[in-house]
């Protein structure tokens, strides 16, 4: 890997880190307002409604400038989401705000990374990529909790600027301050992120045509015997992820009777599953081989189901991160061979897009389904059993899909394809 490949990951983490720690910002702000159980889900339903209203546009934004510059901007949006909170707006408004950088963000983050790189290099990079994400969410998650708790919080109150007055009197605004510094630091590496000198001509701006070309490229994708596969699954996956991430959370208050920043820390510990998984399987997967972790998604579903059984803290940290390890060693091949289908078939900005608008759209689904389900006040353990079974039985579906494709005709071939 080359030095531009770092700055980019570096770029990343601190993005990303600061995504995770404002939301766990926003969740106690939420909290605090005495808002009901169901609302806490829609924060992130609502960071992701962008991912879906956008991903028509996203792609060609991304493609029309260089991958840094279009981070950078993205970032500047973020910033401007942290700031409507100082300004009393609803967490709800203001983290779509941020979701909205995000989602700009992203088609470039991943397309950067198949104009840097040959494909051989691409499971090994997006275990780079998934790996720091996860690092990411599990010292955000953390740190989120800590930023609104009494003995961090009481600390950044209590520091004073000689001669200026700050105006910042509560611990949601002191953490909101030490996002903004971390979003600021993502942003001066994304300014050092190297020009790949990729350029995909004019880029279409009318609403219509660019509709009309997302749409084009969405069917190629799922007709793709491959691109189907890797793209049902990553979209699986991240509905589930983000998902667990508040189950978890409702689960160490109900079941093991943990306070918000002790949940906060078990929900990183499934973070440290999926960067150990990551690991592994960038080490151990190649592309070539990227299909045959199709049954492990199958696994985490039926573990996932294990939590009904567990009563301990000594028993949740392993079994949660057993279910982390899993989804990491799944996804990883499975988003470096996406990446590759998407990268031969069409533009990496177009293929991102697509891939975050199945990904995101499912995020909806699901959180609004698991919201629905919290205002119904369905009992815990049947939502958790609902969950798994879900989790493991489209899984199940998806590898007869592809044997299905595979008796067709040899499928895994077309991963050698190059684009014409």
């Known amino acids: 890997m080359n030095r531009g490949f ?13 995504d995770n720690a404002l939301l766990f ?5 939420l909290i605090n307002m005495n808002s009901p159980g169901w609302i806490t ?7 992701t409604l962008f991912y879906v209203l956008l991903a028509a546009f996203v792609g060609a934004f991304a493609d029309s400038m260089p991958k840094g510059k279009v981070m950078f901007i993205s970032n500047l949006i973020k910033v401007g989401g942290c700031m409507l909170i100082f300004a009393n707006v609803h967490p709800l408004l203001a983290y779509a705000i941020v979701g909205f950088g995000a989602a700009v963000y992203s088609p470039a983050k991943y397309g950067i990374l198949t104009e840097l790189l040959p494909a051989e290099k691409l499971v090994a990079a997006n ?5 720091l994400t996860v690092m990411s969410i599990i010292f ?6 800590a930023l609104v708790g009494s003995r961090v919080s009481s600390y950044l109150l209590g520091f004073d600027l000689p001669l200026i007055d700050t105006g910042i009197t509560t611990p949601t605004q002191s953490a ?11 942003a001066i590496f994304n300014t050092r992120i190297p020009d790949t000198g990729c350029r995909y001509g004019h880029q279409e701006r009318n609403p219509i045509k660019l509709v009309t070309d997302f749409a084009n490229c969405y069917n190629l994708l799922w007709k793709d015997k491959l691109g189907q596969i890797s793209l049902a699954v990553t979209t699986l996956f991240w509905g589930a992820a983000q998902t667990l991430q508040f189950i978890v959370l409702e689960w160490a208050n109900r079941t093991l009777k943990l306070t918000y920043e002790q949940s906060t820390s078990l929900v990183g510990v499934v973070a440290i599953g999926v960067a150990a998984g990551a690991v592994i399987s960038a080490r151990s997967i190649t592309l070539r081989k990227s299909l045959t972790v199709i049954p492990v998604g199958i696994a985490m579903g039926v573990i996932v189901m294990g939590m009904t059984l567990v009563n301990s803290v000594m028993l949740a940290y392993p079994l949660l991160v057993l279910v982390g390890l899993l989804g990491g060693f799944f996804l990883v091949p499975m988003n470096a061979l996406l990446q590759h289908r998407g990268h031969v078939l069409m533009s990496a900005g177009h293929s991102i897009a697509v891939q975050n608008f199945n990904e995101n759209l499912s995020i909806l689904v699901m959180l609004a389904a698991y919201s629905l389900m919290l205002r119904g006040h369905l009992n815990l353990n049947i939502i958790i059993l609902i969950f798994g079974l879900f989790l493991a039985g489209t899984m199940f579906f998806i590898m007869r899909r592809h044997h299905a494709n595979q008796r067709e005709f040899d499928s895994v071939s077309l991963i050698g394809e190059a684009k014409h």
Do not use: H, N, R
């Open 6 to 18: 770092y700055t980019i990951m570096a770029a990343q983490f601190f993005s990303s880190l600061a």
């Open 25 to 29: 910002v926003a969740i106690d702000l």
């Open 41 to 47: 889900p829609l924060l992130k339903l609502s960071f």
């Open 127 to 131: 275990g780079w990529v998934e790996g």
């Open 140 to 145: 955000g998650t953390v740190m989120g909790g």
């Open 176 to 186: 909101l301050c030490v996002v903004v510094g971390i979003y600021v630091i993502a």
